[in-house]
């Protein structure tokens, strides 16, 4: 399975504004506070991701 992580919650939001697929979220390995948001590899999530990290 490919995927591909998130370590923002904002940016995890504003990604599934985007129509992303989100496939799971799990605890962060070495901040046990923190979510790790994993998504569904597409064509588009690179290029989103880009744009959203940008503005």
Known sequence: MKGYIVFNKDV???LMLT???LIA?????K???KNVYI???S????????NIITK
């Open 39 to 41: 998504f569904r590899s």
């Open 12 to 14: 995890a939001a504003k």
């Open 43 to 50: 064509k588009t999530i690179q290029k989103n991701i880009k």
């Open 31 to 33: 901040e046990p506070n």
């Open 25 to 29: 979220t799990r605890k962060d390995k």
């Open 19 to 21: 129509g992303e697929e």
